[in-house]
């Protein structure tokens, strides 16, 4: 089959899951971006614990221990503060991805400590990871801005799949977008199950073992030369 790499994420900056339309210039005294920041901090603890839909304002400036004025200073209302809760957690969150491997690396050890990245932080921000899943459904914009993201990922990995086969280290039949799609929605989905899903019992799974599954997989499914 020939490798077929779609040029509509062409390398450049990931997309942002945030709507632009809803962010605001940081305050320009120390004091107020401090503020600004407890507010931020306090509003993902009460949308981690409440939900998107539950959450409240009044629970928002309880917990940042400021009164709803002072809210108002820094944000206009609910969708405002998500933006900026997302903005600054969405780094973190970054698939670190199977992008190219330089020639003397081993193909597998990069995939590996690739997925151990990703995974760890997605076990670190799964109440957050989980809160999108729901703002998803009730957000088109949202939904619109996080499928972009999710793309993204998908031809950066489909990238590093192509360039792995050029220089031998995976099955050439194989569609590279395919197999992106395949095997980059494998690990969230896994990850989505084990650490986000509510009731998933995920503190009894070995992380280890995930890690070494979902690589093991991903290697299998690529015939690197060893793990095929």
């Not at 605001?24 to 509003?43: F, H």
């Not at 995930?210 to 997989?217: A, E, G, H, P, Y």
């Amino acid at each position: 089959m020939a490798s077929t790499v779609s040029d509509d994420w062409d390398g450049s900056p990931l997309p942002s899951m945030v709507n632009p339309a809803l962010l605001r210039e940081s305050p320009a005294t120390e004091r107020g971006a401090r503020r600004r920041s407890e507010l931020i901090a306090a509003a993902r603890k009460v949308f981690e614990r409440s939900g998107y839909l539950d959450a409240r304002l009044t629970d928002i400036t309880k917990e940042a221990k400021c009164s709803t004025g002072s809210f108002y200073t820094y944000f206009k209302n609910k969708e405002e503060i998500f933006a900026a809760v997302l903005e600054a957690a969405q780094q973190e969150m970054l698939h670190p991805g199977m992008d190219r491997v330089p020639d003397d690396d081993d193909p597998y050890a990069v995939l590996e400590a690739s997925n151990r990245a990703y995974l760890a932080a997605y076990r670190r921000n799964a109440k957050l990871m989980a809160l999108l899943e729901q703002v998803a459904h009730v957000d088109p914009t949202f939904q619109e801005l996080r499928r972009r993201r999710a793309e993204a990922f998908v031809h950066r990995n489909a990238r590093g799949i192509a360039d792995l086969q050029k220089r031998g280290h995976a099955d050439p039949e194989l569609d590279p977008m395919l197999a992106s799609r395949a095997l980059s929605g494998m690990v969230s989905r896994m990850a989505f199950g084990l650490f986000a899903r509510s009731g998933a019992g995920h503190e009894t799974v070995d992380f280890e073992q995930v890690v070494f599954t979902v690589t093991r997989i991903w290697a299998n499914g690529l015939r690197f030369p060893g793990h095929g």
